[in-house]
């Protein structure tokens, strides 16, 4: 009963919340009509009035040109970022002052990133740093050392003895997997994902549910409000709580736009009673099992771990669930491997060491981007990389391009078939400065790759779902796993050498003949490429 009137009472309290956002931002939307309506009246007056109010009136103008890219060169943000922001309020004043003030903000509003980090704080004590594993690596390798004591103290997630993890090199496998182990659930089930959409997949996920929910597993599912908006089945809330199913949403999306529109939930996470977890760059949804088909075969990759690494993907999940609700969470009861359990996993069969971890906007250091840099610059004999979206920050760029000259064998494969043309043009605008510094780019003929994994050296991968563009690295909620000497790199390192079989290999000469127009069509998108 206690739990109820708290959850009853966080509801209240987030509605009430809920009405003051809305009717603050119906007063920002009101100004921004209102200063919208003086700058066209301003603008007719230029062509219509004396030549000195022209001169009055375009001095204004001016002058509000001049504060909005001082304020855009004032905030941290990367500098092809604000460049990128910079033309468009140069080229377009009236339409790039406005969408710079509602969506060009690549960090949470100080309020929201303070209540978010309070939740991480109040459930740190659950993830305790083990210095006996850190110790253990860096006697292997300091590099490796340098990566995990990195994560832990940015990201706050621990690294743990592997024990167990899976890779799939495609959907198919992933949701095998997956539906099997749904069906052996006892106490509870998790499930986070960007997309829920209607259609096979779902209906056979939804069956195992409704039958796990009525032998008493608890079940909450998280979605995100706009991935999942036109996609989720008719009547999804009504169907869930029928089945007696919690169903919640990140940032409800609603018709009045602002500036937290920008911030998205893009995690996929299923746990399963604190034994299993599985993460990766699929959705829920037909055509990640290609049974339907979009863009040509699509293309994407999953991992399972077991273990005590699961905390880490529960803490990810109940942490977003306390941030939703505004209810505190009691962690302990869904950690499955207690306190005097954990020398256990010293003894397991497996080898290696796993590190799940989260990031987004709220972390303002962004260790995903920077174990991609590590992981780029630690590599002593190669670096192999997939992504759907290579949109990259100059340090990224940096990195890949001087590890190339150095020496070694970088690679990239990016999508044949674009589920995005104008990022697939932007992603092309990246091809010649690749090549000329010797990196190999390749491109998935059979369709539409959507995977998200770096894997270095046979001894070091990362399999997740953030990737290479600013979106993921600065706007959305991502997680990743990082492994190291657990075998499953060799099982990545192969998929990616099995692609290469169906890929197309971009050569520089042939790139470099490409017409006049595809060139300057490169250039324009690219230079506003960091806002997409």
């Known amino acids: 009963m206690g739990s109820d009137k708290n959850l009853e009472a966080s509801k209240t309290k987030k509605g009430k919340k809920g009405e003051k956002n809305i009717l603050l931002t119906v007063i920002k939307i009101v100004a921004v009509l209102v200063i919208l309506g003086i700058q066209i009246a301003l603008m007719i007056l230029l062509y219509s009035t004396t030549r000195t109010i022209y001169t009055y009136a375009r001095f204004i103008f001016e002058i509000l040109k001049i504060i909005t890219v001082s304020y855009i060169l004032y905030k941290h943000d990367s500098a092809a970022y604000k460049i990128s922001w910079i033309i468009l309020v140069m080229l377009a004043p009236i339409v790039g002052i406005l969408a710079y003030f509602l969506w060009g903000n690549s960090k949470l509003r100080k309020k929201e990133e303070r209540k978010i980090r309070k939740i991480r704080v109040d459930s740190e004590y659950t993830l305790p740093s083990s210095e006996e594993i850190k110790e ?3 006697k292997e390798d300091k590099h490796k050392y340098n990566q995990v004591n990195y994560l832990n103290k940015i990201s706050g997630y621990p690294v743990y003895r592997n024990q167990g993890v899976e890779y799939f090199d495609i959907g198919e496998k992933f949701f095998e997997s997956l539906l099997k182990d749904l069906k052996q659930a006892k106490d509870y089930i998790f499930l986070e994902f960007f997309i829920i959409s209607s259609g096979k997949l779902w209906n056979e996920t939804i069956e195992i549910l409704k039958q796990k929910a009525k032998e008493g597993v608890e079940i ?6 706009f991935g999942s908006l036109l996609k989720k089945p008719k009547k999804f809330k009504e169907e869930m709580k029928k089945y007696n199913i919690e169903l919640y949403e990140f940032n409800p999306f609603t018709p009045i736009i602002n500036g937290y529109f920008n911030y998205r939930d893009h995690r996929k996470i299923v ?3 604190g034994k299993v977890a599985y993460t990766g760059g699929v959705n829920l949804a037909d055509e990640y099992a290609n049974l339907i088909e979009r863009f040509g075969y699509w293309k994407d990759v999953g991992i399972k771990v077991e273990g005590e690494a699961v905390n880490s993907f529960l803490i990810m999940f109940l942490r977003n669930l306390e941030e939703i609700t505004l209810a505190k969470t009691d962690y302990k009861k869904y950690i499955y491997i207690e306190e005097e359990n954990r020398k256990e996993v010293k003894y397991s069969k497996h080898q290696g060491y796993v590190l799940p971890f989260a990031d987004g906007p709220d972390n303002r250091k962004n260790p995903i981007e920077n174990i991609y840099i590590q992981t780029i610059n630690y590599a002593k004999n ?9 949109i990259v920050s100059e340090v990224i760029l940096n990195a890949i391009l001087n590890s190339a000259r150095s020496g070694v064998d970088v690679r990239v494969i990016v999508p044949f078939i674009p589920d995005k043309k104008l990022v697939n043009v932007a992603t092309k605008s990246y091809y010649e400065v690749l090549l000329e510094a010797g990196v190999r780019v390749y491109e998935y003929k059979p369709g539409f790759i959507h995977s998200k994994t770096f894997v270095a050296d046979d001894d070091t991968s990362i399999v997740g779902t953030a ?12 997680c990743t796993t990082w492994t190291y000497k657990t075998g499953v790199e060799k099982d990545v390192r192969q998929d990616f050498e099995n692609m290469l079989k169906e890929c197309q290999e971009i050569e520089l000469e042939s790139w470099k003949k490409r017409s006049i127009f595809r060139k300057m069509a490169e250039g324009i998108v690219a230079a506003f490429s960091p806002m997409m």
């Open 220 to 225: 909450k599912i998280i979605i995100d409000s």
């Open 467 to 478: 990737n290479i563009d600013f979106r993921s690295m600065n706007l959305n909620f991502e």
């Open 136 to 138: 253990e690596i860096k």
């Open 382 to 390: 190669y670096v192999y990389m997939t992504t759907p979206y290579f």
């Open 271 to 273: 746990i399963i009673d």
